[in-house]
């Protein structure tokens, strides 16, 4: 069975950093790529980052560019999202999913987690 479980979501203030991390389990992490998306109250799911199965290269989204950054560790089977310097608009919650082809578009990826809040305010 295919799960993706997000943790590390929470309250924080503007400028801080968090770490969000994806734990998979049902598949062999080396055959898909992982991608983070976050979902604002009334707006799209928006892709924010993607790590390749192949060589473990990464994309980051222009919206988050410079301040976000994705890595994977296969042993533990995890994918982690840095954040720093946060603002009010990064509120949101957070999704990893993972697909057999890598890509922003969040229509390309067949299995989610469940998401966790990342909410930035002081």
């Known amino acids: 069975q295919v799960q993706l479980v997000e943790s590390g979501g929470s309250l924080v203030q503007p400028g801080g950093s968090l770490r969000l991390s994806c734990a998979t389990s049902?598949?062999?992490?080396?055959?898909?790529?992982i991608g983070w998306f976050r979902q604002a109250p009334g707006k799209e799911r928006e892709g924010l980052s993607y790590?390749?199965?192949?060589?473990?290269?990464?994309y980051i989204a222009d919206s988050v560019q410079g301040r976000f950054t994705i890595s994977r560790d296969n042993a533990k089977r995890t994918v982690l999202l840095y954040m720093n310097s946060l603002k009010p608009e990064d509120t949101a919650v957070y999704y990893c999913?993972?697909?057999?082809?890598?890509?922003?578009?969040?229509?390309?990826?067949?299995?989610w987690g469940q998401g966790t809040q990342v909410t930035v305010s002081s």
């Open positions: 790590i390749r199965k192949s060589d473990g290269s990464t």
């Open positions: 999913a993972a697909t057999n082809m890598a890509s922003i578009d969040p229509h390309e990826y067949h299995y």
């Open positions: 049902g598949f062999t992490l080396d055959y898909y790529a």
